[in-house]
């Protein structure tokens, strides 16, 4: 009996509820028609309108914009900056290959450091001031380095030929 009760309630303030503005409302002013949409006044229909509708025509006549135009997200990158035309640096400096010889022995005759020098198979034994092959010139010996020229291009390279006796 109370779920009864309860419904008929429920449905009968809905109801209340839906015919109850109705009562209440105010007459609403009739809405403007909307016009239909005016072409722009072109030579042939300006003539035959009378000339103060056609002012009046001409300034109500704008052009609609195009709605429906292409449109893109794409933006031209900037164009790329002016490069000067900058000189390509020198060349480097020439430097002289690494030495082919490996240090085998010294021998130390008091006049004069004798060094024993392997390049691949062949051994050599060079003294201070000698020239090997017209290509490296034996510049200084010291007991822990050798100084060697290499002759094409005038520069020094040291090997190391073991400490002091």
């Known amino acids: 009996m109370a779920r009864?009760?309860?419904?008929?309630?429920?449905?009968?303030?809905?109801?209340?509820?839906?015919?109850?503005?109705?009562f209440f409302s105010e007459q609403a002013e009739p809405m403007a028609m909307p016009r239909p949409p005016r072409l722009a006044?072109?030579?042939?229909?300006a003539a035959q309108?009378?000339?103060?509708?056609?002012?009046?025509?001409?300034?109500?006549?704008?052009?609609?914009?195009?709605?429906?135009?292409?449109?893109s997200w794409y933006v031209a990158p900037p164009p790329p900056p002016a490069?000067?035309?900058?000189?390509?640096p020198p060349p480097p400096k020439p430097t002289a290959p690494p030495l082919p010889f490996k240090f085998i022995g010294k021998m130390d005759d008091r006049q004069q450091?004798?060094?024993f020098l392997m390049r691949g198979e062949q051994v050599l034994v060079v003294r201070e001031g000698d020239l090997i092959d017209k290509t490296y010139k034996v510049q200084r010996i010291d007991p822990e380095r050798m100084t060697l020229v290499y002759l094409p291009l005038d520069i020094?390279?040291?090997?190391?030929?073991?400490s002091s006796l």
């Open 4 to 22: 009864r009760l309860f419904w008929l309630a429920f449905l009968g303030s809905a109801a209340v509820l839906a015919v109850v503005p109705e």
């Open 41 to 45: 006044a072109t030579p042939e229909t």
């Open 49 to 71: 309108v009378p000339a103060p509708v056609a002012s009046a025509l001409s300034e109500v006549a704008v052009p609609a914009a195009d709605l429906f135009a292409v449109q």
């Open 83 to 88: 490069m000067a035309s900058v000189a390509p």
């Open 113 to 115: 450091m004798q060094v």
């Open 156 to 162: 020094a390279q040291t090997l190391v030929v073991g």
